[in-house]
């Protein structure tokens, strides 16, 4: 069974750094594109970064976030340093269908259940 448990969210100061991770477990991280979202109340989920044959940031992000993985740990991070108030929200880890990094949610898979992140003084 495909399972994807985000974790690493919390309380950071504007300009501070936060690492999530993403352990994943039913499958090979190393055959897939693994991707990070978010997700705001009444917003549309929203691409953050990927990693797959290629990898692929926001232009929100650009600069501030860093994907990678570890694939002997089955567990994929995103280093997300200058953080800003409007990174707060819920942060989601997902699985693509292949191993082309994307940026539409729809090429998405398996979904964790998401990591909240507040940046606030």
């Known amino acids: 069974q495909v399972q994807l448990v985000e974790s690493g969210g919390g309380l950071a100061q504007p300009g501070g750094s936060l690492r999530l991770s993403c352990v994943a477990s039913?499958?090979?991280?190393?055959?897939?594109?693994m991707g990070w979202f978010r997700q705001a109340p009444g917003q549309e989920r929203a691409f953050v970064a990927a990693?797959?044959?290629?990898?692929v940031y926001a232009d929100s992000v650009k600069g501030r976030f860093t994907i990678s993985r570890d694939n002997a740990q089955n567990t994929m991070y995103l280093q997300m340093n200058s953080l800003k108030s409007e990174d707060t929200t819920i942060f989601y880890c997902?699985?693509?269908?292949?191993?082309?990094?994307?940026?539409?949610?729809?090429?998405?898979?398996?979904w964790g259940r998401g990591t909240q992140v507040t940046v606030s003084s």
């Open positions: 039913g499958f090979r991280l190393m055959d897939y594109a």
């Open positions: 990693d797959g044959i290629t990898t």
């Open positions: 997902a699985r693509a269908w292949g191993a082309v990094a994307e940026s539409s949610p729809l090429k998405y898979r398996a």
